[in-house]
């Protein structure tokens, strides 16, 4: 169950393929479930022998469904305990673990099956986080695999629960179905026209939660965002996938209004500020990660509005997590420091932008 991580850098991840339904606006669709095993303390209370038997337990079980070949899959082990830093980070760039799993400390590992599409963490803030996605508004998809994988693990061993209070968990917001839903969406034409606050106070009215590119605590760099359930207790689990995925349309609908808007009342100063972010990108000698995503996120716009004819939403998307920094020094094959990473990351955009060598506007 090894897995080559000099490997898949090469590829795209799943959340950034650029397929499935309203692709253009919907990056991808997640189900979260957190589960935690009944013989154990959760993790903030759980000792050094807890977690390594909590993982090692779990890494026997796993070789189990592997074995059953029920998920028609590979599936890989990853020890992130003995990862380098930027093996971690690439990892966390690539939304497979969460940031706060790559930076914590003992026994913790990872299940991944070979086309990313689904990912266990062991051993973060639950014993258990089960993670799918799917590329585009594809909620039903996603929680039906995701469902079948909860039923495999549950075979295996015996979840924390409550006959009352459903599933237990180490944090309160996600006891009774322990279900997260979310859907990554790319609102540039709502955030060029001031209206994105506005949207994000209606939907946290609706105890929607609005996170950025990489989750809780993350700022919306390249104008990317998830909106998810706040709570899980009380509802069911087709009652919480229903209510993030009813309200999305309705976001899709704004997110195009603006994007017309744009076109009708100021097609110079968009079509300006869309060629301007892709010269920039096929010309700059060194940029920062965090100048990459903004200027992508510009290109990205102009491309799904027939502004840039000559590059591919999917080259695009590639762009925003190949030229990540983990991902940088995986490509590369080296260590770079935070200069050299921005020469290395300009060097990249410009031999992947200019290949076509049309002019911006080109249909």
């Known amino acids: 169950m090894s897995f080559d991580l000099d490997n898949m850098a090469q590829g795209c991840c799943e959340w950034l393929r650029g397929s499935g339904p309203e692709s253009d606006i919907v990056i991808s669709s997640r189900v979260r479930l957190a589960r935690n095993l009944s013989d154990f303390p959760f993790i903030a209370r759980a000792s050094t022998a807890d977690r390594e038997q909590i993982e090692q337990i779990l890494h026997e079980r796993f070789e189990a469904i592997r074995a059953s070949g029920k998920l028609g899959g590979q599936l890989h082990y990853v020890d992130v305990e003995e990862l380098q830093d930027v093996d971690r980070q690439f990892l966390v760039e690539r939304q497979l673990i969460s940031r706060e799993h790559a930076e914590a400390e003992g026994a913790r590992s990872v299940v991944i099956d070979a086309n990313e599409k689904y990912s266990v963490m062991i051993n973060e803030e639950d014993h258990l986080r089960i993670q799918v996605m799917h590329s585009g508004l594809d909620v039903e998809h996603a929680w039906q695999l995701i469902s079948e994988l909860d039923d495999l693990i549950e075979e295996q061993v015996t979840y924390a629960y409550n006959d009352r209070l459903g599933y237990l968990t180490a944090c309160p917001t996600n006891v009774g179905t322990g279900v997260r839903v979310s859907v990554m969406l790319h609102l540039p034409a709502l955030v060029i026209t001031r209206q994105i606050d506005k949207v994000f106070r209606s939907l946290q009215k609706i105890n929607l939660a609005v996170r950025g590119l990489y989750g809780e605590g993350s700022q919306a760099m390249g104008d990317f965002y998830q909106i998810s359930n706040q709570v899980t ?131």
């Open 233 to 363: 207790l009380g509802m069911g689990e087709t009652e919480l996938a229903s209510k993030v995925a009813d309200v999305v349309p309705v976001l899709l609908d704004y997110e195009r209004q603006a994007r017309d808007f744009l076109i009708r009342e100021s097609q110079e100063t968009l079509h300006d500020r869309v060629s301007r972010a892709y010269g920039i990108l096929r010309t700059a000698q060194t940029i920062s990660s965090e100048e990459t995503l903004h200027l992508l996120s510009s290109v990205r716009m102009g491309v799904n509005l027939g502004l840039i004819g000559d590059v591919a939403i999917p080259t695009v998307n590639k762009l925003f997590v190949h030229t990540q920094p983990a991902h940088l020094q995986k490509l590369a094959g080296m260590e770079l420091d935070q200069s050299d990473r921005n020469i290395e990351r300009a060097s990249y955009l410009r031999r992947h932008l200019n290949q076509g060598g049309a002019k911006p506007g080109s249909n």
